[in-house]
């Protein structure tokens, strides 16, 4: 302990430059990551130096997207050393907690794409995989929301501002990317036609690295995050021309690249900027890959024995056609050599089926920006369409007709031609690659049997199930101490490397000492939220209330809506006096809205404006609470979820990937209630259907009712409470002075197709939620059912997910001799 406070000071003298008498916060905390760093370093350096030693295959994750969060505290508990740093910070006036609130938390995504990404390279540093994460250094990371008059406003999310005390900048290490140019042909020595793409524009790359940390065991990868640095300033000539401002302006353009994340999931903006983020990131990341595999092989064939690429969506796919135009262009390779290199080292995971995120770019612009690769994805087009004809002809389908094949080849071609002429990037991710993943069992299949299906039927090796997982080192032992510790007290802290152990806990559920530790426990992370809404919102909670969380990105899929409906029955019920066992309960909603998406941004404005009348209304008010929670984020869940007692799941059947946050949730022993959908169904599975709440219209059901023609109106006149919610919603009631200011909502249920079939599930739902209150008043049974939700949550483990992808896609096992403690 004395070690670290000494580096703790000596940090804030000479790496801050500060006096260690005035004591801020600001600059503890820093001082404090900094000494940690210092203890990372020599294990990340031992860490990479092993992989060459060993020749180990090693495994590059590439993602436009990371949600790390906080740093101070889970590098802390990894490296063993969370109690002396809680001592050393309290010999130098600190508490450790309100240290760690000076970090910021790094948002370089939006929601459960980029939060996987850093659950899974926390769990490849703990399996001592030998694993990197590629991505962007965002300036600017998801934008910071505020609630003005119930409305978000986005306000930038300037993270760098104060400094990053845990990346390393390496600006000497800096790689070239062009755009734009032209390619010029060209005969080699046998005759062959050769291409090179020359001049362009040229910008720099420039690598920040973040350690990245496994549970106790001297592992540490590496996160690396390129930066755009403008090419100006290494060429004289641009200033030399006497042209200054010129030559500074356009520095300031070229670093315009990485500046800002784009802060919509699941809807596609397809603007320039974006495919530029998108190349340079996929370039850089490249040419720092083959840099590593050229250090010890020469022949580019050993490549897939060596090097790993998993695709995180297709945000990254054109690293398909940029390893292909390396290896044809510039090792020299022929075509169908360089073709299996490729589909030997890229694996694709899919990660959403909304037909509105599927990736696609305007063949004029791919042909502008990036000549070469339109050029090389046109070649990959007309020879996957020559084996398409020749699969379907050897195949013994029947007779197909030249109809039904010319209609298979429009159906899968790289090239779509309306509205306008644009590649698929996911089909180029699919047939560049060995293996394509989706997230969840259903999921999967809905690739085989609907999105894919084509594929599935030309390639049906192809296609296979990854479920998601999370790190309980973060989602459970950090987030919540309180139950760890109680955990930890009876079957000791194996699980926190392996999450089956959790099992042991099973026969606990039957002790009513147990139970009882097991409700003081989340009783104290109650009152942990309490306290915190108490300082952010000025605002009372009820902690005997049943804590109901709804907290994700808003969007009509994930359908915030029907909550809000039944919590607008509830208010009916209690007003009306119709709720007389009604259970206490305050429900809390989070989540941010991409700031182009109309309906979310509507959803958030009318929950805010239900939160503010339910809340005013002193009829309801002690049995009924609504909470917003402003700028959901990865620290803030940490906060909410061990407090949870509901979890929320309730996006429409097949619709949901996967889902991650059901997954903290149940670890930290919320119940379920929720759809048949995405990973929900695994862990129904897992746990026992019958210890979760689950309700609603399966996938295939919908398909039935979408095709016999669904009408949401059938509802809206059959069920009275269900009607009373939505006219009180499109008239004023929560809008006082603003009529219709809600009624776009009631619309696109009533009259534009109810797409997510809100409606439909609604009645089910207020079924469920009856059995909720029901149950919880019944506190050891729900205790019960509480602690074997945690128990039985090992298979959904980010480790148990890294430990498949290693064996059935990358083929690369743990490095040997690995110090466990
Ligand atoms: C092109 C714009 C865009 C950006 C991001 C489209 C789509 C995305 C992501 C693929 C959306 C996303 O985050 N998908 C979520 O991925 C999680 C991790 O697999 C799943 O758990 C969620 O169910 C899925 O919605």
């Given at each position: 302990?004395?070690?670290?406070?000494?580096?703790?000071?000596?940090?804030?003298?000479?790496?801050?430059?500060?006096?260690?008498?005035?004591?801020?916060?600001?600059?503890?905390?820093?001082?404090?990551?900094?000494?940690?760093?210092?203890?990372?370093?020599?294990?990340?350096?031992?860490?990479?130096?092993?992989?060459?030693?060993?020749?180990?295959?090693?495994?590059?994750?590439?993602?436009?997207?990371?949600?790390?969060?906080?740093?101070?505290?889970?590098?802390?508990?990894?490296?063993?050393?969370?109690?002396?740093?809680?001592?050393?910070?309290?010999?130098?006036?600190?508490?450790?907690?309100?240290?760690?609130?000076?970090?910021?938390?790094?948002?370089?995504?939006?929601?459960?794409?980029?939060?996987?990404?850093?659950?899974?390279?926390?769990?490849?540093?703990?399996?001592?995989?030998?694993?990197?994460?590629?991505?962007?250094?965002?300036?600017?990371?998801?934008?910071?929301?505020?609630?003005?008059?119930?409305?978000?406003?986005?306000?930038?999310?300037?993270?760098?501002?104060?400094?990053?005390?845990?990346?390393?900048?390496?600006?000497?290490?800096?790689?070239?990317?062009?755009?734009?140019?032209?390619?010029?042909?060209?005969?080699?020595?046998?005759?062959?036609?050769?291409?090179?793409?020359?001049?362009?524009?040229?910008?720099?790359?420039?690598?920040?690295?973040?350690?990245?940390?496994?549970?106790?065991?001297?592992?540490?990868?590496?996160?690396?995050?390129?930066?755009?640095?403008?090419?100006?300033?290494?060429?004289?000539?641009?200033?030399?021309?006497?042209?200054?401002?010129?030559?500074?302006?356009?520095?300031?353009?070229?670093?315009?690249?990485?500046?800002?994340?784009?802060?919509?999931?699941?809807?596609?903006?397809?603007?320039?900027?974006?495919?530029?983020?998108?190349?340079?990131?996929?370039?850089?990341?490249?040419?720092?890959?083959?840099?590593?595999?050229?250090?010890?092989?020469?022949?580019?064939?050993?490549?897939?024995?060596?090097?790993?690429?998993?695709?995180?969506?297709?945000?990254?796919?054109?690293?398909?056609?940029?390893?292909?135009?390396?290896?044809?262009?510039?090792?020299?390779?022929?075509?169908?050599?360089?073709?299996?290199?490729?589909?030997?080292?890229?694996?694709?995971?899919?990660?959403?089926?909304?037909?509105?995120?599927?990736?696609?770019?305007?063949?004029?612009?791919?042909?502008?920006?990036?000549?070469?690769?339109?050029?090389?994805?046109?070649?990959?087009?007309?020879?996957?369409?020559?084996?398409?004809?020749?699969?379907?002809?050897?195949?013994?389908?029947?007779?197909?007709?030249?109809?039904?094949?010319?209609?298979?080849?429009?159906?899968?071609?790289?090239?779509?031609?309306?509205?306008?002429?644009?590649?698929?990037?996911?089909?180029?991710?699919?047939?560049?690659?060995?293996?394509?993943?989706?997230?969840?069992?259903?999921?999967?299949?809905?690739?085989k049997a609907r999105v894919f299906d084509d594929f599935q039927r030309l390639y049906p090796q192809k296609i296979n199930n990854k479920t998601n997982g999370v790190t309980p080192r973060r989602w459970l032992?950090?987030?919540?101490?309180?139950?760890?510790?109680?955990?930890?007290?009876?079957?000791?802290?194996?699980?926190?490397?392996?999450?089956?152990?959790?099992?042991?806990?099973?026969?606990?559920?039957?002790?009513?000492?147990?139970?009882?530790?097991?409700?003081?426990?989340?009783?104290?992370?109650?009152?942990?939220?309490?306290?915190?809404?108490?300082?952010?919102?000025?605002?009372?909670?009820?902690?005997?209330?049943?804590?109901?969380?709804?907290?994700?990105?808003?969007?009509?899929?994930?359908?915030?809506?029907?909550?809000?409906?039944?919590?607008?029955?509830?208010?009916?019920?209690?007003?009306?006096?119709?709720?007389?066992?009604?259970?206490?309960?305050?429900?809390?909603?989070?989540?941010?809205?991409?700031?182009?998406?109309?309906?979310?941004?509507?959803?958030?404005?009318?929950?805010?404006?239900?939160?503010?009348?339910?809340?005013?209304?002193?009829?309801?008010?002690?049995?009924?609470?609504?909470?917003?929670?402003?700028?959901?984020?990865?620290?803030?869940?940490?906060?909410?979820?061990?407090?949870?007692?509901?979890?929320?799941?309730?996006?429409?059947?097949?619709?949901?990937?996967?889902?991650?946050?059901?997954?903290?949730?149940?670890?930290?022993?919320?119940?379920?209630?929720?759809?048949?959908?995405?990973?929900?169904?695994?862990?129904?599975?897992?746990?026992?259907?019958?210890?979760?709440?689950?309700?609603?219209?399966?996938?295939?059901?919908?398909?039935?009712?979408?095709?016999?023609?669904?009408?949401?109106?059938?509802?809206?006149?059959?069920?009275?409470?269900?009607?009373?919610?939505?006219?009180?919603?499109?008239?004023?009631?929560?809008?006082?002075?603003?009529?219709?200011?809600?009624?776009?909502?009631?619309?696109?249920?009533?009259?534009?197709?109810?797409?997510?079939?809100?409606?439909?599930?609604?009645?089910?739902?207020?079924?469920?939620?009856?059995?909720?209150?029901?149950?919880?008043?019944?506190?050891?049974?729900?205790?019960?059912?509480?602690?074997?939700?945690?128990?039985?949550?090992?298979?959904?483990?980010?480790?148990?997910?890294?430990?498949?992808?290693?064996?059935?896609?990358?083929?690369?096992?743990?490095?040997?001799?690995?110090?466990?403690?």
């Amino acid at each position: 302990m004395e070690g670290l406070k000494k580096d703790v000071i000596r940090h804030v003298v000479s790496s801050l430059g500060s006096d260690y008498a005035s004591k801020s916060a600001y600059n503890y905390y820093n001082a404090l990551a900094l000494a940690v760093r210092d203890r990372l370093i020599d294990n990340w350096i031992k860490t990479q130096r092993s992989y060459y030693d060993e020749k180990a295959k090693r495994v590059y994750y590439l993602s436009l997207e990371y949600l790390p969060g906080k740093s101070l505290m889970n590098n802390l508990h990894c490296l063993g050393i969370y109690e002396t740093a809680r001592k050393a910070m309290s010999d130098l006036g600190f508490s450790l907690e309100d240290l760690a609130e000076q970090e910021w938390d790094a948002g370089l995504g939006n929601g459960g794409l980029g939060r996987l990404a850093s659950c899974f390279l926390d769990s490849m540093a703990t399996l001592g995989i030998p694993g990197y994460g590629y991505g962007i250094r965002y300036d600017y990371g998801i934008f910071h929301q505020v609630i003005e008059d119930g409305k978000q406003v986005e306000q930038a999310d300037n993270w760098m501002r104060v400094g990053n005390p845990w990346a390393y900048e390496r600006g000497q290490h800096l790689f070239p990317v062009r755009f734009f140019g032209e390619v010029k042909n060209w005969t080699d020595e046998y005759g062959r036609l050769r291409h090179t793409w020359t001049a362009g524009d040229t910008v720099l790359a420039m690598p920040c690295d973040m350690l990245v940390p496994g549970w106790d065991n001297h592992h540490v990868i590496n996160m690396r995050l390129w930066s755009a640095r403008s090419d100006v300033e290494f060429d004289l000539d641009f200033f030399n021309t006497g042209n200054y401002l010129g030559a500074v302006e356009e520095k300031i353009f070229d670093e315009k690249i990485s500046k800002v994340l784009y802060p919509s999931d699941q809807i596609e903006e397809g603007r320039e900027l974006r495919l530029k983020q998108q190349y340079f990131f996929v370039t850089a990341t490249i040419q720092d890959i083959l840099r590593r595999f050229r250090k010890k092989h020469q022949d580019m064939t050993e490549l897939p024995q060596s090097v790993a690429i998993q695709l995180n969506d297709t945000h990254p796919a054109i690293a398909i056609a940029e390893l292909m135009r390396i290896l044809l262009d510039e090792d020299l390779l022929d075509w169908e050599v360089a073709w299996d290199i490729c589909v030997s080292t890229f694996a694709y995971t899919n990660h959403t089926i909304l037909p509105e995120a599927l990736e696609t770019w305007p063949v004029s612009l791919l042909e502008r920006m990036l000549p070469r690769h339109m050029q090389i994805i046109y070649e990959i087009n007309a020879r996957f369409l020559r084996e398409v004809e020749r699969v379907a002809r050897s195949e013994d389908c029947g007779q197909l007709c030249h109809r039904d094949l010319d209609h298979l080849k429009q159906r899968v071609s790289l090239i779509q031609e309306r509205p306008i002429k644009s590649v698929r990037m996911a089909h180029l991710a699919i047939i560049g690659s060995h293996s394509v993943n989706g997230v969840a069992a259903l999921h999967t299949e809905l690739l085989k049997a609907r999105v894919f299906d084509d594929f599935q039927r030309l390639y049906p090796q192809k296609i296979n199930n990854k479920t998601n997982g999370v790190t309980p080192r973060r989602w459970l032992w950090s987030a919540n101490q309180p139950l760890s510790r109680l955990i930890a007290s009876h079957i000791g802290t194996g699980f926190v490397r392996n999450l089956d152990e959790l099992t042991q806990l099973e026969p606990l559920a039957a002790d009513p000492a147990f139970r009882e530790a097991w409700r003081a426990a989340k009783l104290e992370n109650k009152q942990r939220l309490q306290a915190y809404i108490k300082r952010k919102l000025m605002r009372e909670l009820h902690t005997e209330h049943l804590f109901d969380v709804h907290i994700k990105r808003i969007h009509e899929y994930k359908r915030q809506v029907l909550n809000l409906l039944h919590v607008v029955t509830a208010y009916n019920r209690l007003r009306h006096g119709q709720a007389a066992d009604f259970t206490p309960r305050t429900v809390f909603f989070g989540g941010k809205a991409a700031p182009s998406y109309f309906m979310a941004k509507r959803i958030i404005h009318a929950i805010n404006a239900v939160a503010a009348t339910v809340n005013a209304d002193s009829r309801v008010n002690d049995k009924l609470q609504v909470v917003y929670l402003p700028n959901y984020c990865v620290s803030q869940a940490e906060r909410v979820i061990p407090a949870t007692e509901l979890s929320e799941q309730i996006s429409t059947a097949g619709m949901e990937a996967s889902g991650t946050g059901n997954m903290k949730f149940a670890l930290n022993g919320a119940l379920t209630i929720g759809t048949w959908d995405g990973a929900t169904i695994e862990m129904a599975q897992a746990i026992g259907p019958e210890l979760l709440f689950i309700f609603g219209m399966r996938e295939d059901e919908l398909v039935s009712l979408r095709q016999h023609g669904y009408n949401p109106m059938l509802y809206y006149h059959g069920d009275e409470e269900l009607r009373e919610a939505l006219d009180m919603l499109r008239s004023d009631a929560f809008s006082p002075g603003q009529h219709g200011l809600f009624a776009p909502l009631v619309d696109n249920l009533l009259h534009g197709g109810d797409r997510f079939f809100v409606l439909a599930d609604y009645r089910q739902y207020l079924g469920a939620q009856q059995d909720v209150g029901r149950l919880y008043l019944d506190q050891e049974e729900w205790t019960r059912r509480s602690i074997l939700n945690a128990a039985r949550m090992g298979f959904f483990s980010s480790d148990r997910a890294i430990s498949q992808y290693a064996r059935e896609i990358w083929d690369v096992a743990p490095m040997a001799g690995l110090q466990n403690g």
